[in-house]
Each structure stands twice: as structure tokens, then as C-alpha cells.
């Protein structure tokens, strides 16, 4: 019985479970890096990959669409040896806003990382999710590859752009605590070309899109429900990105945007200056959440109206990352006259966002 009692023993004194891992933090001052930070930071807890833009089928129809990849650490033990440790989620989505169809189309699916399936690799953008795909060309352009169901995707995307570093040369802050924060790019004002397959029916397309990496480990303060924001490539080559964080009274945490202008100059705005102001409310039949799909966006003098490509835009994610949120294609006009397309992301009119 000895050995046994001491092996019983020995069992009370371990710890339940691993110590929690120590995520990376963001700090101020560190400078993005080529090609290495297009690809995945493993330590940070955080991460994703988010393509959206417009296209037009054959018939010079309108549609919108979304391509994202996530990358999580996970509280698992990342010294534990075996493979299959979930260390390490991978979780995609996928949307395409067809006015003629009234909705969106959607897929989600979610793995661990591993055995080649499904993984997010350091280096370069390379993402993979079974047969979902996400990877950088040397020559800069994206290739995604989407297939599930009624909606696939073939996709490439060819910058036209110089990168453009979001908030403070890539330190993108969240709100007014020490870490609320994230490393944050966009490539803006990218030419699409590719083809859709919806209900059967393949179509050749062409668009432009926006793409946003953003990594993190602690974004979101504890008095905050979600956020709005919008990525609008501009008609005359300008690229205007903006969000708010908003407290769970409705007010706001923390707001930015900026403007790269057609001849590359850049103008950040900040708190008071940024302001998401609702027109329209359309309420899903699905959640009874109430989203602002028509609103004004004021950067400092200018006022921007940003109306939806169509109501119907909300996406529940809730087989993926847990969250229903709106997402969509929206039209933007200043001054009464056309001036860009986009989309808008609208997350915690449900409930609350959790990172």
C-alpha cells in the first residue's frame, strides 16, 4: 500500500491544472516588420486575416464579400508535447451580400491547428482551414479560396497601394488603459479577380477589397459592448478607416480614423472628432438586435453618409467565435454625391463582445 499512498499523494500536491499562458503584449514603439508581419504571431492572443471589398458579376451586378481567418491561443498548456494540444484555433468565415437573394450567403467553420489541416504560419500570410485557403504571393497579391456548399470563392487580390500602418506607425490603441491596444495594417484600394459560385451558378468577377491584420492579446475594456467600424476605398483612390468602441451605456471608449488621400498624405483624427451618428435602424427578425446600417461619420469637418448595399447583413457566427454581429457592403456619399463603397462591421448589438 506504500507506493500506492505516496503515488496518491504525489497527485494532491500537483497543481490542477497548467499555469495560465502569458500572453505578448502590445507596447508603443515597436515597428512593423516585411514580410514577417504579414504572417501569424503565435504568442499573441489574438489574430486575424480580413478581406472584404465588392464585386461585380457578368452582368455588372453588385455584391459584397467577406473572407476572414482568426488565429487564437487558447489557455491550453503550450509545452504540453502532444499533437493534438488545441494550442492554437484556426476559425474562418465567409459571406457574399447579393442584393437579388436578400441576405447573406455564409460559412463558418473552426480547428484546432495541426496534422497540416489547419494551420496559421509565421513568415507570410499562409492560412489554412481544410480546404479554405488564405496565402501571399511573392509578387504581393493575396489568393483566397473558399468552398462550402451553395457559396464558393476564387479570389485574387493585387495591392495598388503602399501599406497604410494604422494608428501610430501600426500601434493601434483601443482604449485609455495601459495594453488596450493591437498591431493593426491595411492594405486599402485592392483590384479583385476571381469568380463566385452561388446556388449552382458560376460567374467571373472583378471589385476591389480592403484587407486588415490586426493582432492582440487585451483589446476590449471592461465597460465596452462592441464596436463600429468601416474600411472605404474612396472613388478618387483615397482610403478613410474609422471605428468606435462603444460602452455598454452606449457611449463611446475610444474612437479613431484616418485618411490616406489620393496623393498619400495621411490625417489621424481622434476622440471628439470621430463620431458615428445613426439614420437608420433595421431590426433582424433573427435576434430582435436593432443595428445602425445607415449612419453619418463625421472626421472632423467632413460628413460622410454610408448607406447599406442592402438591410440584411447580419452574420451569426455562433458556430465559430460564439457572436452574431452585422457585417456588409455599404455605399458612401459626401455632400449629396457618390464618393466610395466599403463595409461596415457593427459586433455587441446582441450582446456584448468577448475577445
Known amino acids: 500500500m506504500r507506493p500506492l499512498l505516496a503515488f496518491l499523494l504525489l497527485l494532491l500536491a500537483l497543481p490542477l491544472r497548467a499555469a495560465p499562458p502569458v500572453f505578448a503584449p502590445v507596447t508603443p514603439g515597436r515597428a512593423l516588420a516585411f514580410p514577417a508581419d504579414f504572417g501569424a504571431h503565435p504568442d499573441y492572443r489574438t489574430e486575424w486575416w480580413y478581406a472584404t471589398g465588392w464585386l461585380a458579376d457578368a452582368d455588372g451586378k453588385p455584391l459584397g464579400f467577406q473572407v476572414t481567418f482568426f488565429r487564437s491561443r487558447t489557455d491550453a498548456d503550450a509545452a504540453n508535447p502532444s499533437a493534438f494540444a488545441a494550442t492554437q484555433l484556426i476559425i474562418g468565415h465567409a459571406a457574399l451580400s447579393d442584393p437579388a437573394r436578400g441576405g447573406l450567403l455564409h460559412a463558418q467553420r473552426s480547428a484546432r491547428a495541426g496534422f497540416g489541416l489547419a494551420y496559421a504560419r509565421a513568415g ?34 493585387a495591392p495598388s497601394q503602399p501599406l497604410l500602418p494604422q494608428g501610430d506607425r501600426g500601434f493601434s490603441r483601443k482604449g485609455p488603459g495601459a495594453g488596450r491596444a493591437s498591431y493593426y495594417y491595411s492594405e486599402p484600394q485592392l483590384r479583385v479577380t476571381g469568380e463566385v459560385v452561388r446556388a449552382g451558378r458560376r460567374t467571373a468577377v472583378t471589385g476591389t477589397a480592403w484587407l486588415d491584420h490586426e493582432w492582440s492579446s487585451q483589446v476590449l475594456d471592461a465597460n465596452a459592448a462592441g464596436w463600429d467600424w468601416t474600411g472605404i476605398n474612396l472613388d478618387d483612390g483615397a482610403a478613410l478607416m474609422a471605428f468606435r468602441i462603444r460602452a455598454k451605456d452606449g457611449g463611446t471608449v475610444w474612437s479613431h480614423a484616418v485618411l490616406r488621400d489620393a496623393r498619400g498624405r495621411v490625417t489621424q483624427y481622434e476622440g471628439d472628432a470621430v463620431r458615428f451618428t445613426p439614420r437608420t435602424l ?46 456588409g457592403a455599404v455605399r458612401v456619399s459626401r455632400d449629396g454625391q457618390a464618393a466610395g463603397r466599403g463595409y461596415l462591421e457593427l459586433t455587441g448589438y446582441v450582446s456584448p463582445m468577448k475577445l
Open 124 to 157: 507570410d500570410t499562409d492560412v489554412k482551414l481544410d480546404d479554405w485557403t488564405l496565402r501571399r504571393l511573392p509578387d504581393g497579391r493575396y489568393q483566397a479560396a473558399i468552398r462550402s456548399g451553395e457559396l464558393a470563392l476564387t479570389l485574387t487580390l
Open 282 to 327: 433595421w431590426t433582424s427578425p433573427r435576434t430582435g438586435a436593432a443595428y445602425p446600417v445607415a449612419l453619418d461619420l463625421d472626421t472632423g469637418p467632413v460628413r460622410w453618409h454610408i448607406a447599406p448595399l442592402q438591410p440584411d447583413q447580419e452574420l451569426d457566427a455562433r458556430g465559430s467565435t460564439g457572436a452574431v454581429y452585422w457585417e
